[in-house]
């Protein structure tokens, strides 16, 4: 008796999930907007590696970003990440002034963004974007919506580049790359600036130019100097990331990373 319940009790909890998936990819398929063929979408729901990440919620419940100011500064400003921004800085200094020129922003805010992202490469890949965003769609009613859009989107990105749907990695939120873009920014701002024809989240040309590409999109006015809170620079950095203690980290680190190049 109790070996039928049991199995009763794993059938239920099956199809419950099986309903659950159904729900997400149609919620999915409602946003694809490009030319993919409804046979790829479902292959990637049907992947052997898609799942669930039971800590996502939790993870949503505690961002760094709503940390007080004083907390906040000791993970982003420190010595490790000056040291660190001021090295890559020197290595990549013909790419970045190159980068600088033609997009006319400050080579110090889009390096100082790449290491806030991703501490310059080092870290960027705890989770399947994929199951990242799946997860949200399932698992997280008030985020659905928007994780519907952006798994739309991802797929888009990973049709038109012929990768596999589980190949990614980014963070819990589904953002990827060095420069952490959600897959919507990534299809809207990302740019082949080393021109080998393919939009790379992980080679430095393409990364860097694509951030400061994001921040001309987004508010930063050529060449400006302005740095003041609701300036044209801080609105910039407020799109990529909407935290007023973001942009201050940013801005800082900026500026020990400028005084120890220079």
């Keep these: 008796m109790k070996n039928k ?24 398929m409602n946003n694809i907007k490009g030319s993919v063929p409804e046979s790829f979408v479902r ?36 010595e490790s990440r000056i040291s660190r921004g001021a090295k890559f800085y ?11 020129n033609k997009y006319q922003v400050d080579p110090f805010i889009f390096v100082t963004i790449a290491g806030v992202e991703s501490n310059y490469g ?23 919506k928007w ?7 991802f797929l888009e990105y990973c049709y038109e580049d012929q ?14 790359g ?37 921040l001309r999109k987004n508010g930063y006015k050529a060449n400006s100097k302005d740095y003041k809170k609701g300036g044209p620079i801080w609105k910039s950095i407020f799109a990529y990331n909407r935290s007023d203690n973001y942009v201050m980290a940013v801005l800082e680190l900026t500026e020990e990373i400028r005084k120890r190049v220079g």
């Design 147 to 153: 994780a519907s859009k952006e798994l739309a989107e």
């Design 163 to 176: 990768i596999d749907t589980q190949e990614i990695g980014g963070s819990y939120a589904g953002a990827f």
């Design 90 to 100: 020197k290595e990549n200094i013909v790419l970045i002034k190159r980068i600088a």
């Design 43 to 78: 292959n990637a729901f049907k992947h052997k590696k898609v799942k669930i990440y039971n800590e996502i919620p939790d993870k949503f419940a505690r961002p760094y970003e709503k940390q007080t100011w004083e907390k906040y500064r000791k993970i982003f400003v420190k």
């Design 122 to 144: 080092v870290h960027h890949s705890q989770y399947s974007v994929f199951n990242s965003l799946y997860t949200q769609v399932i698992e997280m009613p008030r985020r659905a």
């Design 178 to 214: 060095f420069g952490q873009f959600i897959p919507s920014s990534f299809n809207n701002y990302s740019v082949d600036f080393n021109q080998d024809g393919i939009r790379e989240p992980y080679a430095w040309p393409d990364v860097l130019a694509s951030i400061a590409n994001y």
């Design 5 to 28: 319940i049991y199995l009763c009790l794993i059938t239920i909890t099956l199809n419950a999930q099986a309903s659950k998936q159904d729900i997400a990819f149609e919620k999915v």
